[in-house]
């Protein structure tokens, strides 16, 4: 199989989309080689990142530490962690995406085995899964949005990361929560310090949209005693949007909420 970037010395975005079957070692190889003739390549977007890519990117892609947006999106959560070593040499990058297609729980990944990563220049994080959030030491990250899916484990790690981490966070996005779990996680003082939170949930029907309102809006407004303004937002999918702008702060991040989206 021939890649078309061994020559292209003035290239400086790739966005790489694979299906189907994942590559095989020698494949993975000749395309991580090929990378290596894009010389001004500062942003890289793979979807359907698989083991031996990942690993031949860990190991032969001396590029990435000039990147500064890496987007990746595994093809299964067995790809996290040798996506993560990848990650790790990426100590340029301002922009880290990294989820996964499939089903799956990353649970099965030992953080205590795993040494912190060190990003001293990331502003925005994108992740699937909190479980990984503790190995991200990014003194100045400013966006951290999650997508995983509901579950008690974001409620213990992303309030232990948030008080415990050195970070300059200005946008937090949690995008599945339980509609029970919202109540406890607006009381967290050290939420309501970000200017900008977004945490989205699934409706109930049984409780409906006035019941949201009722049971977490009412009582957020009473928690932040006026130092935040409450939002609401429904959307046709079912999906409830709670939390606050500053609009002082959202204009910084205008370049951000523009371009995100969900990576395929």
Same mark, same amino acid.
């Given at each position: 199989?021939?890649?078309?970037?061994?020559?292209? %010395?003035?290239?400086?975005?790739?966005?790489?989309?694979?299906?189907?079957?994942?590559?095989?070692?020698?494949?993975?190889?000749?395309?991580?080689?090929?990378?290596?003739?894009?010389?001004?390549? +500062?942003?890289?977007?793979?979807?359907?990142?698989?083991?031996?890519?990942?690993?031949?990117?860990?190991?032969?892609?001396?590029?990435?530490?000039?990147?500064?947006?890496?987007?990746?999106?595994?093809?299964?959560? +067995?790809?996290?962690?040798?996506?993560? +070593?990848?990650?790790?040499?990426?100590?340029?990058?301002?922009?880290?995406?990294?989820?996964?297609?499939?089903?799956?729980?990353?649970?099965?990944?030992?953080?205590?085995?795993?040494?912190?990563?060190?990003?001293?220049?990331?502003?925005?994080?994108?992740?699937?899964?909190?479980?990984?959030?503790?190995?991200?030491?990014?003194?100045?990250?400013?966006?951290?949005?999650?997508?995983?899916?509901?579950?008690?484990?974001?409620?213990?790690?992303?309030?232990?990361?948030?008080?415990?981490?050195?970070?300059?966070?200005?946008?937090?996005?949690?995008?599945?929560?339980?509609?029970?779990?919202?109540?406890?996680?607006?009381?967290?003082?050290?939420?309501?310090?970000?200017?900008?939170?977004?945490?989205? %949930?699934?409706?109930?029907?049984?409780?409906?949209?006035?019941?949201?309102?009722?049971?977490?809006?009412?009582?957020?407004?009473?928690?932040?005693?006026?130092?935040?303004?409450?939002?609401?937002?429904?959307?046709?999918?079912?999906?409830?949007?709670?939390?606050?702008?500053?609009?002082?702060?959202? +204009?910084?991040?205008?370049?951000?909420?523009?371009?995100?989206?969900?990576?395929?």
């Amino acid at each position: 199989m021939l890649y078309p970037f061994s020559n292209a %010395t003035r290239l400086a975005h790739i966005t790489i989309v694979v299906e189907g079957e994942q590559l095989q070692e020698e494949e993975a190889k000749s395309l991580v080689q090929s990378l290596g003739g894009t010389p001004a390549l +500062h942003c890289l977007e793979y979807s359907g990142l698989d083991v031996p890519t990942a690993e031949a990117m860990a190991r032969s892609m001396p590029l990435l530490n000039q990147l500064t947006t890496l987007r990746l999106v595994v093809r299964h959560y +067995h790809c996290v962690e040798p996506a993560l +070593h990848v990650i790790r040499k990426c100590t340029s990058a301002t922009w880290i995406l990294l989820s996964s297609r499939g089903p799956g729980h990353w649970g099965f990944i030992d953080i205590d085995a795993w040494p912190s990563l060190h990003l001293p220049n990331l502003r925005i994080l994108e992740i699937g899964e909190t479980v990984i959030l503790p190995l991200f030491h990014c003194p100045n990250l400013q966006v951290l949005s999650i997508s995983s899916k509901p579950h008690l484990v974001a409620l213990q790690v992303v309030p232990t990361y948030i008080s415990t981490s050195k970070h300059s966070l200005q946008v937090l996005r949690l995008q599945a929560m339980q509609r029970y779990d919202l109540t406890w996680f607006f009381r967290n003082r050290d939420f309501i310090r970000i200017p900008i939170l977004e945490v989205r %949930t699934m409706r109930d029907e049984k409780v409906g949209l006035d019941g949201i309102r009722k049971e977490v809006l009412d009582r957020m407004w009473e928690r932040l005693g006026g130092s935040r303004a409450p939002t609401f937002a429904a959307y046709g999918t079912g999906v409830t949007a709670l939390g606050w702008v500053d609009s002082k702060v959202f +204009h910084l991040f205008s370049e951000y909420f523009e371009n995100t989206r969900k990576f395929v």
